[in-house]
């Protein structure tokens, strides 16, 4: 056996299952510790939008961690407030909080909405079924997913889940205690489920009538993963406050989540904090992430290799009657199974090309964003040839 993964059974807490070593990365592919060499359709959950090792951004840290590295948010640094300046232009008017991850900035997100709440004597909040909003306890009961919190009970209280896409059962869970409505406007974990966006504009619209806070998870369908900076932009409905994470820094660790302007002041000094949340050096690498979106187009190529992907996986698809659909946005895309996803992810890998599960019966394709139409092909070749090795498995 390898010794890094000896020293992972030994050493580190048995939270996750690898099974592969990968030591190096360039652009859309990764290699192991052997040289052989993967093509990588899961960004590291779709993290690493704009592919392994971009040179712009490594170049970049380089540069800043020879300057400043972290002086804590008790003191200015001179990247992180052009930083927020670049992601408010492209998002509504408002102002950021930066963390760390994902789940930090939906449990900062909750906190302003409980702080807004609370103020009105209002503090429950509305998420979906089948949702995903992360793995600490507030952010774990949003999540829409009972295995999820298996084991950690009680749920921290003041949560409630309704079927997604369904504004009926949605207003009637509504009560004069709701402060704020939670949800991602594509689920990621749940299974690639994309909102409907007349039903987007209807939780709009109950959330002015009541005075309800709107909060959009972008934390893996946004940064560009569907086709526009952030998620909300590709229905036309804008929240009162949005999380992101992942694909922010591509790869060094980040999380925020933006308020409209005029909620600014709901969350004053003191109030809330994070030690590592936008330092020089993370904040630098996301600045950068900014400028090579602009730079290269990314979005536009996220919206045309997507189509194309996505009209190649149906093609393919087609004869196999067990798969049932191939649905998402941009280069956010599930092929959905009438089986669990697991053992058509361990066979892609052995196709060389690196995947995802989502709800159990969805095969995830997060490709970065960067990726060319050559690689597409690729990348369909190889789903082609795993899905002919899989079905021949079954007889």
């Not at 040289?35 to 690493?48: N, R």
């Not at 005075?211 to 009162?240: K, N």
Request: overall charge neutral; some cysteine; charged content about 25%.
């Amino acid at each position: 056996m390898n010794s890094a993964f000896e020293k992972f059974e030994k050493y580190i807490t048995p939270t996750y299952s690898p099974k592969q070593l990968f030591v190096r990365g360039s652009g859309a592919y990764l290699w192991d510790d052997q040289d052989e060499k993967f093509l990588d359709f899961a960004s590291g959950i779709s993290v690493c939008n704009l592919g392994h090792a971009h040179p712009y951004i490594a170049d970049a840290v380089c540069e800043q961690a020879r300057k400043l590295l972290h002086v804590s948010n008790l003191y200015l640094n001179p990247v992180t407030p052009v930083l927020a300046e670049t992601l408010i232009k492209k998002c509504f008017d408002g102002t950021v909080f930066f963390a760390n991850s994902g789940a930090e900035a939906n449990e900062g997100m909750i906190k302003f909405a409980r702080k807004y709440g609370n103020a009105k004597g209002k503090n429950e909040i509305i998420s979906m079924d089948n949702s995903f909003h992360g793995r600490t306890l507030a952010a774990l009961a949003a999540t829409g997913r009972a295995k999820y919190r298996a084991g950690f009970e009680p749920d921290t209280p003041g949560f409630k889940q309704v079927k997604f896409n369904d504004i009926e059962a949605l207003r009637s869970a509504v009560t004069d205690k709701t402060c704020a409505i939670m949800l991602e406007p594509v689920q990621g974990e749940g299974g690639i489920l994309p909102a409907d966006r007349e039903y987007l504009k209807q939780v709009r619209a109950l959330c002015d009538e009541k005075d309800i806070l709107l909060l959009f998870d972008e934390v893996q369908c946004g940064m560009g993963r569907i086709g526009t900076m952030y998620a909300y932009q590709s229905f036309g409905v804008e929240p009162d406050a949005l999380s992101m994470a992942k694909a922010i820094a591509n790869g060094f660790p980040m999380g925020a989540f933006i308020i409209k302007r005029k909620y600014h002041d709901v969350l004053k000094a003191g109030m809330h904090a994070s030690t590592f949340g936008g330092t020089p050096i993370i904040s630098r690498a996301a600045l950068a992430v900014q400028e090579v979106f602009e730079r290269d187009n990314v979005l536009e190529n996220c919206r045309e290799q997507g189509a194309y992907l996505m009209s190649e996986l149906r093609r393919i698809t087609a004869k196999y009657d067990f798969v049932k659909e191939v649905r998402g946005m941009g280069l956010m895309i599930g092929v959905v199974l009438d089986f669990p996803a697991a053992p058509l992810q361990a066979e892609m890998l052995k196709q060389k090309l690196v995947t995802l599960t989502a709800g159990e019966n969805v095969l995830r394709l997060l490709p970065p964003l960067i990726i060319s139409r050559a690689e597409v092909d690729e990348g369909v070749a190889k789903i082609a040839a795993g899905l002919e090795a899989f079905a021949a498995s079954r007889g």
